[in-house]
């Protein structure tokens, strides 16, 4: 696990690319912050995490596949993902914060990301 990126992935490349094109400017892995959020619009007082689908257990989705062996390892560790993503994103709530999670697998459809975060941050649709 150690080999699992912390940054910089290819789906968080790709949200922030789309979020670029839509002429939002942002920082990156605000470490002040609880959770220490990939992207940051501090102009929108809004936090994204961009989620693996595995590790935070995407409901529902054909990425959150649980292993087969050592599941007393693996179910632990996914619940505490998942309760420390919940406590995280409270925290940053209570802070005034606005926290959207962008889950791995909806940065497979670049049209349909994209018009997600137009919406998610109302932007004319000339901005798509």
């Given amino acids: 696990m150690r080999a699992v990126k912390r940054s910089h992935t290819k789906p968080e490349l790709i949200v922030r690319r789309g979020l670029h094109a839509l002429g939002l400017r942002f920082r990156l892995h605000g470490k002040n912050l609880p959770g220490t959020p990939d992207i940051v619009l ?20 054909r990425y959150a596949t649980t292993p087969k062996t050592r599941q007393e390892y693996w179910a ?7 309760e420390r993503d919940a406590r995280k994103a409270a925290e940053l709530e209570a802070m005034g914060w606005r926290v959207l999670v962008v889950w791995e697998c909806e940065t497979k459809n670049l049209a349909a990301l994209k018009e997600r975060l137009r919406r998610d941050f109302n932007l004319p649709a000339s901005a798509v």
């Fill in 42 to 61: 501090a102009k929108h007082k809004t936090v994204v995490f961009v989620h693996g689908c595995f590790w935070h257990r995407h409901a529902s989705c």
């Fill in 76 to 82: 632990p560790k996914f619940a505490a993902n998942v």
